[in-house]
C-alpha cells in the first residue's frame, strides 16, 4: 500500500487525495475475502474418517509411516528431528518478524 501511495505522490497527486487508490484497493481486498469466506463449505462427509473404522486412516498412511504406528501416534506429542526441524522452521522467521516490529514500534514510543 505504501507504493502506490508513493506513487500517486511523484504523480503529482493533491495531498488530500493520496490514499483514494489505496482505500479502493483496500475496500475491494475486503470484498474479495468477504466473498471467499462466503464460498468456505464444511467437507462432505465422504471425506471424514468415522471413529469405527481406523483402517481406513492406517490405508492412507504416508509411504514413510508405517501403517501400524500412522493411527498409533494421532493425538500424541513427541519430540524428535522432524518436529524441532518443522518448529525452527516456522519459529525462526516468526520471531524475527516479531523482532522486526518491535523494533520498529519502539521508535513510537521514544
Same mark, same amino acid.
Request: net charge negative; aromatic share 10%.
Given at each position: ?46 471425506? +471424514? ?10 490405508? %492412507? #498412511?504416508?509411504?514413510?509411516? *508405517?501403517? @501400524? ?15 524441532? +526441524? ?10 524475527? %518478524? #516479531?523482532?522486526?516490529?518491535? *523494533?520498529? @514500534? ?5
Amino acid at each position: 500500500m505504501n507504493y502506490i501511495r508513493e506513487f500517486e505522490i511523484t504523480a503529482g497527486v493533491p495531498q488530500e487525495s493520496v490514499y483514494d487508490v489505496t482505500m479502493y484497493v483496500l475496500a475491494s481486498m475486503l470484498l474479495a475475502g468477504v466473498v471467499c469466506n462466503y464460498l468456505v463449505r464444511p467437507l462432505a462427509e465422504k471425506w +471424514l474418517i468415522k471413529d469405527e473404522n481406523p483402517s481406513v486412516l492406517q490405508a %492412507g #498412511a504416508s509411504w514413510w509411516i *508405517s501403517p @501400524a504406528i500412522a493411527s498409533a501416534q494421532i493425538g500424541q506429542w513427541r519430540l524428535d528431528t522432524t518436529s524441532i +526441524l518443522a518448529w525452527l522452521a516456522v519459529g525462526i522467521p516468526i520471531c524475527w %518478524g #516479531a523482532g522486526i516490529t518491535l *523494533s520498529r @514500534a519502539l521508535v513510537l514510543f521514544q
